[in-house]
């Protein structure tokens, strides 16, 4: 995948989820260890979001791409995040799910745990 239609696409799903009442807090949040496509907040929960972008859908939906590995990652990231701002707040590890061109929002599961 192009730089471009990733940033594209992590674009429209943090567009999505404000449309849905999400505050974006935080687009690719990096650490030398880890990385967060999007973090953002409804009401007091914050969700970690992996954002999962393919051309098309019949190769496989991007959130059956994210294995066990990839949540205890997810979930390293959001221990980090959450203590670099000290936060306190419920969380969640979310992913988001974008196909076609141009990208758009085929699925979101706020809760992959």
């Known amino acids: 995948m192009s730089t471009a239609i990733g940033?594209?696409?992590?674009?429209?799903?943090?567009?999505?989820?404000?449309?849905?009442?999400?505050?974006?807090?935080?687009?690719?949040?990096?650490?030398?260890?880890?990385?967060?496509?999007?973090?953002?907040?409804?009401?007091?929960?914050?969700?970690?979001v992996e954002v999962k972008y393919r051309r098309q859908a019949g190769s496989g939906t991007g959130i059956s791409y994210i294995t066990p590995k990839k949540l205890r990652q997810m979930a390293f990231a959001a221990e980090i995040w959450l203590n670099q701002y000290d936060s306190q707040e419920d969380y969640e590890l979310s992913a988001i799910e974008l196909s076609g061109i141009p990208p758009k929002v085929s699925a979101f599961l706020p809760e992959l745990t």
């Open 7 to 48: 940033q594209e696409a992590e674009a429209k799903a943090a567009e999505w989820l404000e449309g849905r009442g999400y505050q974006i807090l935080d687009k690719n949040w990096r650490t030398k260890w880890c990385e967060i496509d999007l973090i953002a907040k409804k009401d007091t929960q914050i969700f970690f």
